[in-house]
């Protein structure tokens, strides 16, 4: 995509933003998160990388921000978080390679995406957050704990990846086709 045009650009982002919201609505859900998905669609669809890269952490800190006025959950829990904003800044870069979009492609990245996220976000809680909740014990066996615990949530955002990817690049193909037979005729 070397040129992207203004409304091209506006539905995006609005994709983007509608997807943040859902995040809000549906947290008790076991991290049923569009999270992923904005990354990869940020990270494929836009050709302002700065843009790429502020839609989903944006929308991820006023989700965030939400949660945290609502008391859904606890929007800010700890500085293994921001490793959290940094895992989708690197899902948008993985994702700037995705050139030809395709379903199958799609469901790659997702999928790889999905396990990023768990290894290095388990990582992360594990390192930094663990010592100061002390979910599990500081030792091998308390590492290995901390990944098996969370094989429930993992389960969960593998699917969450696929359909938020799955909507948001179908949504964004659909209304682009729409756009482009209604400029057509």
Known sequence: MQQQNKTSVIIAVLLVLVAAISRVLLFPNYNFSPMVGMAIFAGATFTNKKLAFALPIVSMLLSDIMLEMVSAGTGFWGWGQLVGYGIFALITVLAFSLKKI????????????SVIFFVLSNLSFFLIDNPIYHTYPQNFNGFIDC??????????SIAADLVYSGVLFGTYYLVQNVAAKKAVA
């Open 102 to 113: 395709s379903v199958p492609k799609v469901i790659g990245y997702s999928l790889v995406s």
């Open 147 to 156: 990944y098996v615990k969370a094989i429930p949530f993992f389960r969960t």
